[in-house]
């Protein structure tokens, strides 16, 4: 059984581990708990037998707009829906806020996971690499 949790407790080393599953880079040593606690609106830790199977990220701009990043599955339990719950408490917990936007970008490999399966829509945006 897999548990879901709105910022909830997690290791920066599972997260830094699950990080570096789901873009495939090596295992870093980032602060996840000092970042998302000065900017994020809140995160979703998913759990199975107490391993974090899962985490997205949800900043914000402090207003009416938030922003889903990073969402992770471990490979063990991908294309179970663990993505897709993730997505849908990020989606309560920044209404719950009272966000009135939430925003997404992705890999266009990523389009029907965002698109068919948690309900996002197309959109037009902009982006500069830097």
């Not at 990020?90 to 389009?111: K, P």
Request: negative net charge; glycine residues 12%.
């Amino acid at each position: 059984m897999i548990t879901y949790e709105w910022r909830g407790r997690f290791d920066n080393g599972e997260v830094n581990v699950l990080h570096a599953e789901g873009f495939e880079h090596r295992v870093l040593d980032d602060d996840w708990w000092g970042q998302v606690n000065r900017h994020s609106l809140g995160w979703v830790c998913a759990r199975q037998e107490g391993a974090l199977v899962g985490f997205v990220n949800v900043a914000w701009d402090g207003a009416v707009h938030a922003f889903v990043l990073d969402t992770l599955v471990a490979g063990p339990v991908r294309r179970q829906g663990v993505g897709r719950e993730l997505v849908a408490r990020a989606t309560e917990g920044a209404r719950a806020a009272g966000c009135e936007w939430l925003h997404v970008d992705f890999d266009e490999h990523l389009r029907s996971f965002y698109f068919d399966s948690c309900g996002f829509r197309p959109t037009d945006a902009g982006l500069i690499a830097l």
